[in-house]
């Protein structure tokens, strides 16, 4: 199995272009997720899905997209980016079934992004 | 303050020592995740608590519901037990992560 697989490993972008970053995960997980990781602080939620067709905002949802059209797919794109998206981005997938919120979380290698 | 904090921040460590750390948070939880980021930046789930004690190899982890409070521990350390452990919370009724800024660990040989 491949787990969660997100491309790409590196990006650069000036300010004001735009792209999408792609997460995919084949364990049929319900719930996918995308966090920043920015030095000194701890992983910040940008937004998060809980099936195809449903996606809500996290604690840093400004500046970012998302949509959910298939089980396995939860692309994250920038609208316009800003020097101060610039960060790692993980994307991380768990099962919701049996107990919910309590399934641990699969993260995939994550996305080092500048942005000049 | 953070509602979820670690200490310490980073702990160098002799191999064969007992290491504790420690994660303090102060919302209501459904559970606490042990999380550990290699050196090369991958992230894996360790272990998840509710209650009671969980172990992953050489990690031990409790939870203190009542004091809100975790605080696993590593015996016989080794050098392949450096990495960054992240405590994460996931909020009680909401499908939300909060996570803390880790606890840098590195066990010299």
């Known amino acids: 199995n491949a787990g969660v697989t997100q491309t790409p490993k590196f990006q650069v972008l000036k300010t004001g272009q735009s792209m999408t970053l792609q997460c995919a995960q084949d364990?049929?997980?319900?719930?996918m997720s995308w966090y920043r990781q920015d030095p000194g602080m701890g992983l910040r939620l940008i937004h998060y899905s809980v099936g195809a067709g449903i996606t809500d905002q996290g604690e840093v949802p400004n500046g970012y997209n998302v949509s959910r059209s298939t089980t396995e797919d939860f692309p994250l794109r920038l609208l316009s980016a800003a020097p101060s998206q610039t960060s790692v981005y993980f994307c991380?997938?768990?099962?919701?079934?049996?107990?919910?919120?309590?399934?641990?979380?699969?993260f995939g290698n994550g996305t080092r992004l500048t942005v000049t | 303050k953070n509602e979820v904090e670690q200490s310490p921040q980073n702990l160098t460590a002799q191999e064969g020592e007992f290491i504790t750390i420690n994660c303090s948070y102060s919302v209501g939880i459904s559970a606490l995740h042990w999380l550990q980021q290699h050196p090369g930046g991958g992230i894996v789930s360790l272990f998840m608590?509710?209650?009671g004690k969980k172990k992953h190899g050489r990690l031990i982890a409790t939870i203190n519901i009542q004091e809100k409070h975790s605080s696993p521990h590593i015996t016989a350390s080794h050098p392949r037990d450096s990495a960054v452990y992240i405590c994460?919370?996931?909020?009680?009724?909401?499908?939300?992560?909060?996570f803390g800024t880790g606890t840098r660990l590195k066990v010299l040989a």
């Open positions: 991380a997938s768990s099962y919701l079934g049996g107990t919910p919120y309590n399934s641990p979380l699969h």
């Open positions: 364990m049929n997980h319900e719930y």
């Open positions: 608590l509710s209650s």
């Open positions: 994460a919370v996931s909020l009680g009724g909401t499908y939300k992560y909060i």
